[in-house]
């Protein structure tokens, strides 16, 4: 199996030096690159698109968390870990669905448990082992009936008249907006997350994440994936969505 590729930033070369060697330490994963700034760590994530991001908080030119939305933009799925010595940040890095935020001086032991936690996440083997919050009568409830319908895209080749409940989910990806069909097309359109949300039936669609929008007919399951997230498979696509913690609640009130 790959190793999990991480990339680190901070200004301070003495920290760098610290989540390097816990980089190289860490079974299973390979460094890719570090940054001292903002800006160089946004240019090195475009060009290694590494699965990991441990980064400051503060750093010059554009901070940790607005280097975490911007990535979040380019790909929901990056795992990203702060490690900073201002706890008054946390709640803005839960934000950003950061997987876990380290406060300075941290243990390596905590930092090492964290890396091991987003190995395992990462490659499948802590799935089973944990827990989700109860479903209550969700597995009792009937699939939402389709809602017949077609929708006019416009996109990057013209414009598709297709059906809505063919429609699988909506995402962002690489900055850009994927309209994602049951049989794999996909289509790029101009349509920001907000206003195709507005468009799609609310009794067939949900809202799961700030990045996803997925067909409610479609849920095949829903598996444990960062502290605060989740990840709901779809019947029949090799992709799949993220679903955070509060939205998995209102989710189950569907189903209810």
């Known amino acids: 199996?790959?190793?999990?590729?991480?990339?680190?930033?901070?200004?301070?070369?003495?920290?760098?030096?610290?989540?390097?060697?816990?980089?190289?330490?860490?079974?299973?994963?390979?460094?890719?690159?570090?940054?001292?700034?903002?800006?160089?760590?946004?240019?090195?994530?475009?060009?290694?698109?590494?699965?990991?991001?441990?980064?400051?908080?503060?750093?010059?030119?554009?901070?940790?968390?607005?280097?975490?939305?911007?990535?979040?933009?380019?790909?929901?799925?990056?795992?990203?870990?702060?490690?900073?010595?201002h706890e008054e940040y946390m709640k803005s890095a839960f934000e950003v669905y950061a997987f876990d935020y380290l406060v300075k001086p941290f243990r390596v032991e905590r930092a090492m448990q964290t890396l091991e936690r987003i190995r395992d996440r990462l490659r499948g083997s802590a799935i089973e082992a944990m827990e989700m919050p109860t479903p209550?009568?969700?597995?009792?409830?009937?699939?939402?009936?389709?809602?017949?319908?077609?929708?006019?895209?416009?996109?990057?080749?013209?414009?598709?008249?297709?059906?809505?409940?063919d429609i699988a989910m909506v995402m962002r990806e690489n900055r850009s907006t994927i309209l994602l069909m049951k049989d794999g097309t996909r289509y790029v359109v101009g349509d920001g997350m907000a206003e195709l949300d507005e468009r799609l039936p609310d009794?067939?669609?949900?809202?799961?994440?700030?990045?996803?929008?997925?067909?409610?007919?479609?849920?095949?399951s829903i598996a444990p994936y960062g502290r605060w997230t989740y990840i709901v498979k779809?019947?029949?696509?090799?992709?799949?969505?993220l679903i955070t913690h509060e939205r998995f609640e209102e989710l189950q009130k569907r189903f209810i």
């Open 1 to 85: 199996m790959d190793p999990i590729r991480i990339l680190i930033a901070d200004d301070d070369a003495g920290m760098r030096l610290v989540m390097r060697k816990l980089a190289e330490q860490a079974e299973g994963y390979a460094l890719v690159g570090e940054a001292a700034d903002g800006n160089e760590l946004i240019a090195l994530y475009d060009q290694l698109r590494p699965e990991v991001v441990l980064m400051d908080v503060e750093m010059p030119g554009i901070t940790g968390i607005e280097c975490a939305r911007a990535i979040q933009d380019r790909d929901p799925r990056t795992v990203l870990v702060f490690a900073t010595a």
């Open 234 to 241: 779809l019947k029949g696509l090799k992709e799949d969505a």
């Open 136 to 165: 209550g009568a969700a597995e009792k409830a009937t699939p939402v009936e389709p809602v017949p319908g077609r929708m006019m895209l416009r996109h990057r080749e013209g414009v598709s008249f297709i059906d809505i409940p």
């Open 203 to 220: 009794d067939l669609f949900f809202r799961t994440h700030k990045s996803y929008i997925v067909n409610l007919n479609l849920i095949d």
